[in-house]
């Protein structure tokens, strides 16, 4: 079965605070996506990974082909990176299959 | 401004009743989604296009139709024949099937 799961599903951060959120998928996935739901419903594309590592400003998403395990790491999290963070799998390399998301709040 | 649009931003449909969601993007991206949310769900692809006059059947097609006549739109139709439809529907378009994909803002579709 094709399968992208995240952990953990809720996740609460004082302002300030390094984070962390996971994701696992099973065979068949060539890429990696991550991305961002704001409370509005609106989605935006953070990373997009097959290999390595990529930043941007306080992001940092990593993947470890080896182990199927991919992470996103926020620094110095703040109460604007409050969302819903879901990762995505490229499978078959044309369909996009979802986690659940993992839902941040950052407080003061 | 370039950019993918949806719309409306809600939708109420009477049981029996067809309607249809609008998808436009001005991105000249050839591959387009629609994908459907639920509660405490990941999102669940409905159909897709990878070019114009060609679509696929997602996961969860039944009760759903697409066209993709124009390089830019993608509009989807939510049947009858779709018991349950209330739900979040989002729109999405790519360069082509292996690249990054850029949303919607998304459409609300209750049931009354």
């Known amino acids: 079965k094709n399968e992208v799961e995240q952990s953990p599903q809720n996740l609460t951060a004082q302002e300030g605070e390094f984070i962390t959120i996971n994701c696992s998928y099973s065979v068949g996935i060539s890429a990696l996506h991550w991305l961002q739901q704001h409370p509005g419903g609106g989605i935006v594309s953070l990373f997009m990974l097959s290999s390595g590592k990529k930043k941007h400003g306080r992001l940092i998403a990593t993947i470890n082909i080896q182990e199927k395990h991919s992470s996103l790491h926020i620094t110095a999290s703040h109460p604007r990176d409050s969302a819903v963070y879901i990762c995505?799998?490229?499978?078959?390399?044309?369909?996009?299959?979802f986690g659940t998301g993992t839902r941040l709040q950052v407080f003061p | 401004d370039g950019g993918i649009t949806q719309s409306p931003k809600y939708l109420f449909r009477k049981e029996g009743q067809n309607v249809t969601l609008s998808c436009e993007q001005n991105l000249n991206h050839d591959a387009m989604y629609w994908y459907r949310q639920d509660p405490g769900q990941g999102l669940r692809l409905i159909y897709y296009s990878q070019i114009v006059n060609d679509f696929q059947k997602g996961d969860i097609a039944e009760g759903y139709s697409v066209s993709r006549e124009k390089k830019e739109s993608f509009p989807l139709t939510v049947t009858s024949a779709q018991k349950n439809p209330t739900a979040f529907y989002l729109c999405?378009?790519?360069?082509?099937?292996?690249?990054?994909?850029?949303f919607g803002p998304g459409t609300r579709l209750l049931v009354l």
């Open positions: 995505a799998g490229l499978y078959n390399t044309d369909k996009l299959i």
């Open positions: 999405a378009s790519a360069p082509d099937s292996q690249e990054t994909q850029y």
